[in-house]
């Protein structure tokens, strides 16, 4: 009996012994699981992407949405940085998009106001042989290839995230100017230099992102499960470091994330969006290179939302760069049937029929696609 209890004793003091041990070690920092840092709730997007793929990748497979939970603390309004202008080569980059700043306007207007003007050449490709796209452009031959069909099924739900903010999207700009390049219709704008539309938080989270250009195509480029919507905008924000569309194009071999896209798509319906509406409307009525509108906010174009699908992936024209984080609405915007088939009439600006062809959706690969809401 004696040697019992002696031997009892013995264990119970070696588990309070281990417990104590396990208890000493664990009071340290607590870290991410798919980190060897310290969590610091203030990780960059960067970050935040590389934890939730890797989290993904040990817990998602085919079937029904996955949840994880991402840390959420108040989003705080950025200290913009604002751009800077400068003068700058036109160099041949054939992207049809906008520079950020002009810099004789700049000038003109001693700092106040911020403007997008083109300055990219047109003619350097077209989309019946983006099959041969990559030929010039190494990246249209990348793996994370914009657009693409997102699933229906397999999201990674991120929960408890920052909300994400659409700063100045209630700003009515200076000027607003519809851009029919004869292969999409771009909008862009001149708003004043400290009421220029932000977009942070959520999937972007700390990092500011400046509005760019509104490219309307139909089709979508963009579908899912298969499906394409009978029209689509892309929204192109460039990360507010970088003081011009060169520059985050120069930055982006090191900068996975130097622009921001968003996603609107379009399905028929008893009524059109007031923002395409008017575009469509001032495209059909007045068939020039460049048309001004009514300067509307962008909200009237694009509606904040909070429910959305993000994933990493490219500029969807060459040179189809691989830096973008693209946010796809996850509710569908309205447009009627008539609206569409009137587009489709469109003259380019020499009186000739247009086409509005699109990119074809590129391979998913190992890209994970995570759902916001």
Not at 31 to 53: G, H, K
Not at 150 to 175: E, H, T, W
Not at 297 to 304: A, E, G, H, K, N
Not at 317 to 346: D, N
Request: hydrophobic share 35%.
């Amino acid at each position: 009996m004696v040697f019992n209890a002696v031997v009892t004793r013995n264990i119970i003091l070696y588990l309070i012994l281990l417990l104590t041990r396990q208890a000493l070690t664990s009071r340290g920092d607590t870290q991410d699981q798919t980190s060897s840092r310290p969590n610091t709730l203030i990780d960059d997007a960067d970050d935040l992407q590389r934890q939730l793929d890797n989290e993904a990748q040990d817990k998602i497979k085919f079937g029904s949405p996955k949840t994880i939970w991402v840390f959420h603390i108040p989003t705080p309004f950025p200290e913009i940085k604002y751009f800077v202008p400068g003068r700058r080569s036109r160099n041949a980059v054939s992207l049809v998009v906008y520079d950020l700043t002009d810099t004789k306007k700049k000038n003109e207007n001693d700092g106040k106001n911020s403007v997008t003007t083109p300055t990219t050449s047109l003619d350097s490709w077209d989309y019946d042989s983006q099959a041969e796209w990559g030929n010039l452009f190494p990246d249209c031959k990348g793996r994370s290839q914009s657009p693409v069909d997102l699933p229906v099924k397999g999201f990674i739900q991120a929960r408890g995230g920052r909300q994400l903010m659409f700063s100045n999207y209630d700003i009515a700009p200076q000027k607003l100017t519809i851009h029919n390049d004869g292969k999409r219709v771009i909008l862009y704008g001149q708003w004043n230099e400290n009421q220029r539309p932000v977009v942070y938080g959520g999937a972007a989270h700390s990092r500011r992102y400046i509005f760019h250009s509104l490219s309307l195509m139909w089709p979508s480029e963009h579908t899912i499960g298969g499906l394409q919507f009978p029209m689509e905008s892309q929204m192109i924000h460039i990360s507010a470091e970088y003081n011009s569309l060169k520059e985050a194009l120069d930055a982006a071999p090191s900068d996975p994330q130097a622009f921001l896209g968003v996603v609107n798509l379009y399905k028929y319906s008893d009524h059109t969006q007031q923002g395409i509406k008017e575009i469509l409307n001032e495209v059909l009525k007045v068939n020039t290179l460049n048309a001004s509108v009514d300067p509307l906010p962008l909200s009237f174009f694009s509606p904040p939302f909070k429910e959305y699908a993000c994933y990493q992936g490219s500029l969807t024209t060459p040179p189809c760069t691989e830096s973008v984080l693209w946010l796809v609405r996850a509710r569908s915007l309205p447009v009627k049937k008539k609206a569409v088939e009137s587009a489709h009439g469109l003259l380019n600006p020499y009186g000739q029929p247009r086409r509005f062809p699109i990119r074809m959706p590129q391979p998913l690969n190992d890209r994970k696609i995570f759902l916001f809401y």
